[in-house]
């Protein structure tokens, strides 16, 4: 293990250590690669780590023949006797020796025009999560495949499952992000999926090289991969401190309310007043095109809130700063789920404009959820534990129309700053943040 905390899965030289199985597809070392070659007439091949992992951030790149499915498999099993395994009333049977599991995809084929890569399938038991029955819009999964994928080039895939929570990126961009708990632990493994009898398939291979692991603990938060980093993105909260944030109403950090703690920017109950007791935080910085990553997690009755595009100078009077807002609300409990229009006032909102569907995709009280903002000159879109909730055209006459039918329709060109800062809400409830990521510069 390397002092970073990460293990190489490929020592570059051999395959000594893998198990390989399934089918009949081969696997060499060429270079700094391991390389799987597809066989007519076999099944789905698998080489697999000689351990299980638990808890992990798996990180690796692969290249793939577009007309070769493929994908890595976590946390997965081989039984030696055929088992039955039953899920929410289904039962499935697993044959000896089928590997079975969570598959993060590789799915470059352009003739589908799918382009599902790092969406989540399990392998022999239900089939695709994600875009599936655990999430995610298949389109809108698609659209951004497409624009990410690199074909005929080397893609990276960065893999978070701690606990519960399946998390990927693919080339710096979050993909999929679902909460399962079928299995806990289980080995890695490199696939070449079966092609039956078709020629045309026939020795495609799929390459993957920079397999390396970090073991966590569901404590680990607040880190960058090198991806990541090489995406653009970086930390607007360290994890550590308060710096690069000041109260939302002078140049200093709020002496109480707001504090840090298990690598946690924690504002505490103060009884449910916006902004009445250590008020709101806002960056530093100022952000026009900006795609922001957040973690949050609420208790029972909370209510708080991301803003964007925010001057502090608009509103001097009581309550919050002004600015559009992500809403953050523990729909069930709080009676501004109930007020506004049309449920606009419910978590993943745009708050008192525009609402977020009411199937959207919510964590229990107490478990993390993941909020996600893209802005791109006027156009806003807000993602809820990676579904779509709402996008918008800031300044536009619809945009200028809900305004209006808002509380906001006071403040002149409400929302429509060319640049400004990000705000988390104190309402007066414990809330807690973590993973607060942005960038500004796209490929």
């Known amino acids: 293990m390397a002092a970073d905390g990460w293990t190489d899965l490929f020592n570059g030289k051999d395959l000594d250590g893998w198990v390989k199985r399934g089918g009949k597809a081969s696997y060499a070392v060429e270079g700094d690669s391991i390389v799987g070659t597809s066989t007519l007439n076999t ?14 951030i798996l990180e690796y790149e692969f290249k793939v023949d577009p007309k070769l499915n493929s994908g890595v498999q976590i946390r997965s099993q081989s039984f030696p006797e055929a088992k039955e395994i039953e899920l929410q009333g289904k039962k499935f049977n697993i044959p000896a020796n089928r590997v079975h599991g969570y598959q993060i995809e590789i799915d ?21 999560l994600y875009p599936g029955s655990a999430g995610g819009d298949a389109k809108a999964f698609s659209d951004q495949g497409r624009k990410i994928f690199k074909q005929g080039d080397w893609n990276k895939v960065r893999v978070e499952a701690i606990g519960d929570s399946l998390k990927t990126t693919l080339n710096g961009t979050p993909c999929a992000d679902i909460k399962d708990s079928r299995t806990a632990a289980g080995f890695i493994g490199l696939q070449v999926h079966g092609i039956g009898k078709d020629q045309s398939k026939a020795g495609t291979q799929v390459r993957w090289r920079n397999l390396r692991i970090q073991e966590v603990t569901a404590s680990t938060a607040n880190t960058l991969s090198d991806a990541e980093q ?13 710096d690069g944030w000041r109260s939302a109403r002078s140049q200093e950090f709020p002496k109480g309310g707001w504090e840090v703690k298990d690598s946690m920017l924690i504002i505490n109950e103060a009884g449910g007043g916006e902004a009445a007791a250590a ?4 960056t530093r910085e100022k952000f026009s095109d900006f795609e922001l990553q957040v973690d949050f997690k609420i208790t029972p009755g909370a209510n708080s809130g991301i803003k964007m595009f925010v001057d502090t100078e608009i509103n001097k009077g009581a309550g919050s700063s002004i600015g559009p807002e992500f ?33 959207k995709k919510v964590n229990p009280v107490g478990d993390w959820n993941h909020a996600r903002i893209l802005s791109r000159g006027k156009h806003v879109t807000f993602w809820l534990n990676g579904e779509k909730t709402v996008e918008f055209e800031r300044g536009s006459q619809a945009w200028r129309d809900e305004v209006a039918r808002s509380k906001y329709k006071k403040w002149p060109a409400f929302g429509e700053l060319a640049e400004g800062h990000i705000l988390l809400q104190d309402h007066g409830n414990l809330v807690f943040f973590r993973n607060i990521k942005i960038r500004t510069k796209f490929e």
Not at 109 to 125: A, F, H, L, Q
Not at 333 to 357: F, V
Request: aromatic content about 12%; proline content about 6%.
């Open 327 to 359: 809403q953050i609300l523990d729909d069930a409990k709080h009676p501004d789920a109930k007020l506004g229009r049309d449920g606009n006032r419910t978590i993943g909102s745009l708050y008192d404009m525009i609402t977020a569907p009411q199937d």
């Open 43 to 56: 099944e789905n091949t698998f080489l697999c780590t000689p351990r299980d992992y638990s808890d992990f």
């Open 108 to 128: 470059p084929e352009p003739g589908k025009d799918r382009w599902w890569s790092t969406g989540i399938y399990e392998e022999s038991v239900r089939g695709w």
């Open 279 to 282: 008020g709101d935080i806002v």
């Open 230 to 242: 090489a995406a653009g993105w970086r930390l607007l909260w360290d994890g550590k401190t308060t």
